[in-house]
């Protein structure tokens, strides 16, 4: 499968741990995304990449989030101390340039 | 920033039956609008966009048609099967393709 792909599908953690994601975006795909969706609401934007450089982040993102991607291909999403509004899915989408997004199946998270 | 709004919130229609949702944009800038379809537990998938250099596209049963004056367009499912059950997101760009703002959503549910 060369879509976009997340890990894990599914975290649940208790409030004021630290979680990290990960996504892979499709191999020739220079940009990445991360998005936020809650229950009924469409996907929130929160930040994205374009190569190794994060260009552009919400003010959804709080200083608890960062989001990093070293090499340019895969990117980890890690939240710190863990509140129960962070509870959500996690998306990822990935382009080439300003071409359309794809997105992977998401992290699920829910904070206890 | 963009602002994107969609109706109806949800839609229930009989097999073989037509489904039409509507989404209005705020930026008029905006110049590319995609429609995606989301299954219970997946991210999102693309089905169709359009560019605002055409007022119409069609793939199949579905369509989408877009109002550049008004600043709406519009996703039109012909011929509904019960695969089509989901949740439907319209998009605009943001920041010159940036990011995307979704809509909230239609909850699509076709009765066979």
């Known amino acids: 499968d060369t879509g976009v792909s997340q890990d894990p599908r599914h975290k649940i953690t208790k409030r004021g741990q630290n979680v990290t994601f990960r996504c892979d975006p499709i191999s020739e795909h220079n940009r990445l995304y991360w998005y936020r969706q809650t229950l009924g609401q469409g996907p929130e934007f929160l930040t994205y990449f374009q190569n190794e450089a994060q260009l552009e982040k919400s003010r959804l993102l709080s200083d608890r989030f960062s989001a990093e991607r070293p090499k340019g291909s895969f990117s980890t999403l890690e939240i710190q101390r863990t509140e129960q509004g962070d509870s959500a899915m996690y998306l990822c989408a990935s382009s080439f340039g300003t071409a359309e997004q794809f997105f992977g199946p998401g992290t699920r998270l829910t904070v206890l | 920033g963009e602002n994107v709004e969609q109706h109806p919130s949800t839609l229930s229609v009989q097999e073989g039956d037509s489904a039409v949702i509507k989404c209005t944009y705020s930026?008029?800038?905006?110049?590319?609008f995609p429609w995606y379809k989301q299954e219970l537990g997946k991210g999102p998938q693309l089905i169709i966009d359009?560019?605002?250099?055409?007022g119409e596209k069609k793939d199949q049963r579905i369509a989408v048609t877009l109002n550049k004056t008004a600043k709406h367009f519009s996703l039109h499912i012909t011929e509904t099967q019960p695969e089509d059950s989901a949740v439907y997101f319209c998009?605009?760009?943001?920041?010159?393709?940036?990011?995307?703002?979704f809509g909230t959503g239609t909850k699509l549910q076709v009765i066979p």
């Open positions: 359009i560019r605002s250099n055409v």
């Open positions: 930026d008029s800038a905006s110049n590319y």
């Open positions: 998009a605009a760009p943001s920041g010159g393709y940036q990011k995307v703002t």
